[in-house]
């Protein structure tokens, strides 16, 4: 805990945060050495934590990134890493890589998911503060925010230290007050389906607005032309999700890797900050 930078004691201003996308230019290809993957229709081969991917370069590219989903490598097209990766290689570690200086791999390794978690809670944090129905817990949120942006430059001892899941619980009170906030200017009966089982439900054209859908699982849930708008998405999972002519747009903590889980095309209607995913028809 003592390697981690000082917060400051006024927060006149929201802090400066890392860049909330993958960069993978900048990054040691963490993501396909430090995370495990088992064969499936996702993955085309097991590969253990740790372990380098067999399509992997020795300049840290992918050597089949133009047809992973031809090759059986849907799930890397799936995953986003919302900048840890280059976050851990530049920041944490400085630009050392784990090739070259192999001593700091066991350690890069286990920062990576820590770090993906922070940045995934950085970006569900200054999504709330922009969302003007969320103004009473803002202060809560700027400091959140700040205390989440100040773990992100922390050592790589102090990360591997950090008790990440009290972060986000203490960071969900927040959230899920903002989601209320949001949801009650919707009129009528509001559905609510926390962690619901909707996996294959037929759900096209419903009217979803300001519906309560954290952690719901809606793998292969037939979306289309349903009415999303400030419904609350944290945590669902939407893979193979039929989201084609849906209205999403302002859907509130739908992230990238949600959608680039889903199907959709060009009439799926996102939020401003989210687009639509190549392999979308």
């Known amino acids: 805990m003592d390697h981690m930078p000082e917060l400051p004691a006024a927060l006149p201003d929201l802090p400066a945060l890392p860049v909330l996308q993958a960069d993978c230019a900048n990054c040691f290809a963490l993501c396909c050495v430090a995370l495990p993957f088992a064969k499936s229709s996702d993955f085309a081969a097991d590969k253990p934590a740790g372990t ?3 399509n992997l370069a020795r300049d840290f590219r992918c050597g089949i990134h133009t047809r992973l989903r031809d090759s059986g490598f849907r799930g890397c097209t799936v995953f986003d890493c919302l900048g ?3 976050q851990v290689s530049q920041v944490t570690f400085g630009g050392r890589d784990w090739r070259t200086h192999p001593g700091t791999a066991r350690q890069m390794y286990e920062v990576f998911p820590v770090m993906r978690q922070l940045h995934e809670l950085l970006a569900y944090l200054a999504e709330a503060l922009a969302l003007p129905a969320a103004a009473p817990v803002h ?12 773990w992100t430059r922390a050592d790589a001892e102090a990360l591997a230290a950090l008790d990440v899941s009290a972060l986000r619980h203490e960071a969900n009170a927040l959230l899920l007050k903002s989601s209320e906030l949001v949801r009650a200017e919707v009129p009528g009966r509001r559905k609510n389906h926390r962690g619901a089982d909707l996996m294959g439900a037929r759900l096209s054209g419903a009217d979803l607005r300001g519906a309560n859908l954290r952690g719901a699982y809606l793998i292969a849930a037939d979306l289309s032309r349903a009415d999303l708008r400030r419904a609350d998405l944290i945590g669902a999972d939407l893979r193979d999700a ?7 747009r302002d859907a509130v903590f739908l992230t990238q890797p949600q959608l680039n889980a889903a199907q959709g095309n060009p009439a799926t ?3 401003s900050h989210l687009t639509h995913p190549t392999h979308w028809a």
Request: one cysteine or more; glycine letters at 10%; proline letters at 11%.
């Open 52 to 54: 380098p991917c067999t």
């Open 84 to 86: 840890a990766g280059q």
């Open 139 to 150: 202060p809560g949120l700027r400091h959140a925010l700040a205390e989440t942006e100040r």
């Open 242 to 248: 039929n989201l084609r002519g849906a209205d999403l």
């Open 269 to 271: 209607r996102l939020p």
